[in-house]
């Protein structure tokens, strides 16, 4: 199965800041590739896909870029909602495997 | 509006068996490839099943065997058996779409299935 090594696990910042989320494949998956936001208490949702597209109705202060083994989300200009869990994901190939988490707090 | 409905958890024995359900609804479920998603209480997400739209069926190596996807598309529904139950069973089981060329586009608000011994 491909390994989803996600980073850093937890960050801290400010409403305002520009942070980034990394995520790394252990084998090349084109850019068959997703991130998630998750709320707490609440089911996660889809913010990027094919690396790089916008989901419809994301805010564009979200980005992915990305191809291959790595990937990064980016939110520039962070709001309080942005509080939560971030997650990534490949669809390239079965077993479809998540990274860990990226828990951000503002 | 698409939604997701699951239904069918709660508490169960292990050893036992279950069968979650989800309510599709806003979208034509045949045209669509499905699955379920699973998180253990304070952990992270686990993919754990997908179905295409022609019945093809894929699993996650840690519940290939025990845990089984079906459709049926005429009811709107897809299903989840688990049998075997085992402690580490329990979590919040997630369904969710999945077009071809995009992510996981939609999930169901969960269902919890809790496994004691």
């Known amino acids: 199965a491909i390994q989803m090594t996600q980073s850093p696990s937890s960050l801290s910042a400010d409403v305002g800041d520009r942070v980034t989320i990394t995520c790394r494949a252990s084998q090349a998956i084109s850019n068959n590739f997703a991130w998630f936001q998750q709320q707490p208490g609440k089911a996660p949702k889809l913010l990027i896909h094919s690396g790089s597209t916008l989901q419809s109705g994301v805010p564009p202060r979200f980005s992915g870029s990305g191809f291959g083994t790595d990937f990064a989300l980016t939110i520039t200009g962070l709001h309080p909602e942005d509080s939560a869990t971030y997650y990534c994901l490949q669809k390239f190939s079965f077993p479809y495997t998540f990274g860990q988490g990226t828990r951000l707090e503002i | 509006e698409v939604q997701l409905m699951e239904s069918g958890g709660g508490s169960a024995q292990a050893g036992g068996s279950l069968t979650l359900s989800c309510l599709a609804s806003g979208f034509t479920l045949s045209i669509y490839s499905m699955g379920w998603v699973r998180q253990a209480p304070g952990k992270g997400l686990e993919w754990l099943a997908y179905?295409?739209?022609?019945?093809?069926?894929y699993y996650a190596d840690s519940v290939k065997g025990r845990f089984s996807v079906s459709r049926n598309d005429p009811q709107n529904s897809i299903y989840l058996q688990i049998s075997g139950l085992r402690d580490e069973d329990t979590a919040v089981y997630y369904c969710?779409?999945?077009?071809?060329?995009?992510?996981?586009?939609?999930w169901g608000q969960g269902t919890l299935v809790t496994v004691s011994s």
């Open positions: 969710v779409r999945d077009p071809v060329l995009s992510g996981l586009d939609s």
């Open positions: 179905i295409g739209s022609g019945g093809i069926r």
